[in-house]
């Protein structure tokens, strides 16, 4: 034999996978064994190459590139490994470098598990290609076991990050168990309340953070652990504020799979559709209330477009809308001149010629100020003078504008029966034409599709139903949260945004009209938070 002629390269590996793999055991064991068989076999150790915590469907690996560099160099003449899954678990790549790479470069492959010596000249080797192959499956398998646990973690509300969000700490008797850490919590809850109540933007909210000494998160997690590396703890980024605005977490939920990688071989990471994502509703307790959230999420995107120089603070931005088209209303600013300034339809700077172009809408900046002042203030004005009574007039005002409960649910109720009724006929149709019954193919298509027909119109009446009494019942169950807002704040000679964001939702601005004694008129919306429009006030 000339094994004792062989300048052996000893190549290890072992990755998390591997930890629970019956046929892999530690880097010391495998250096063991190595070292064991080489004595042997009269086998020169040139040196060892080991790669701990490296997947071997990865051939990126430091101590494997350094082995192939010593290979090139022709400082050895043979590699040699316990088993081939220690070489790698992706078949392609195991085959290159035993059935090209090692051949061409005169380099004889050693698997001692399998007492095999495959050597530059020798016949191609079929059990080695399907060992490899079976290699392979196993971090499939071992990836696709790891997806299924977290999915079925995540459906259970467990927090599998390895950091908890701002404002959360693991919990102590739950696993995986997110808790509201008190001390900065409601620092979070004040971040939400900036941008829906006071309309600040990250930089204003960055420097409020650092000049009230607020820990970032990097520095929140050290100072936690007992570490201080940050020269600058107080220090936040924008980034880092608008990501964590962004992050439904904070309303009790636990969302997993936003992303995915391509499959298990691939680094490439792809974006999810929203609607394949697992969310798991009330997973911990809140910081925010969805309301709060879903607000700040509509500051964002209104803070997102890029506007024009202003030359007033526009308190409005937000909330001001087409009353037509939905489209938020633009403010313009004259450069010169005695002209008000106004707003104006955004769609209504469309191109000329297009569908969609709306119409101005335009309103004065002042005139829009006194006509919502003096909404608010005959608001505020009536729940100082009596709460109680100030409450019946809403819960009326609401009533009145919503359809009766009890009238919708007998609709559903209606129209539930007769879409049943109209399915079991579809479904009755299909099997009177397969078991012959229905002979005429037409006549059969011409059924199907006026019963298809019924179906789709009853479900879109049942949808809107249910649409209208949810809407209903969300009101009635916000009326006494309208009112503690209200309770906040007093009569006022001026808007301030502050007042604006947290009393109003919206305000929808129509076009103006001629009266028939030649009189311009244009109506205003006002829709409050919870409650919708108060008309009668």
Partial sequence: MEQKLYRAACYCRLSDDDANDGTSVSIETQITIHKQYCEQNHIQIVDFYCDDGYTGTNFERPEFKRMMNDVKNHRVNAVIVKDLSRFGRETIFVNYYTQMFFPENNIAFIIIADNTIITPNGRYDIMLALKSAINEMYPAEISEKVRQANTAKSKNGEFLHPYCPYGYVKSTTERNKLVIDEEYAPIVRQLFEMVAYKGLGAVEMCKYLYENQIPNPTAMRERKEGVFTQKNPYSWNKSTIINLLHNEVYTGKIIYGKTRKVNFKSRKIVDVDRSEWIICENAHEAIVSQELFDDVQKKLEVRRRDRKPQYIENIFKSVIKCA???????????????????????????????????????????????????????????????????SDTVMGIIRANQPEVGSIK???????????????????????????????????????????????????????????MESSETQLGGAGKFIELVKQFATTETLSQELLNTLIDRIDVNEKEQTEDDRTIQNINIHYKFVGELKAF
């Fill in 324 to 390: 037509d088209c939905g489209s938020p209303m633009y403010i313009i600013s004259p450069k010169s001149g005695n002209r008000s300034t106004y707003f104006v339809c955004g769609r209504s700077q469309n191109r000329k010629g297009d569908p969609e172009r709306c119409t101005t809408h335009n309103i004065k900046y002042d005139d829009l100020c006194s006509a919502v002042l003096t909404d608010v203030n005959s608001v505020i004005a009536d729940c100082q003078a009596d709460s109680e009574k100030f």
């Fill in 410 to 468: 007998a609709q559903i109720a209606s129209l539930k029966s007769k879409l049943n009724e109209e399915k079991a006929k579809f479904k009755k149709l299909y099997n009177d034409y397969y078991k012959g019954i229905i002979k005429n193919t037409e006549l059969f298509e011409e059924m199907t599709s006026e019963c298809n027909d019924c179906i789709e119109a009853y479900t879109a009446k049942l949808e809107k139903l249910q649409r209208d």
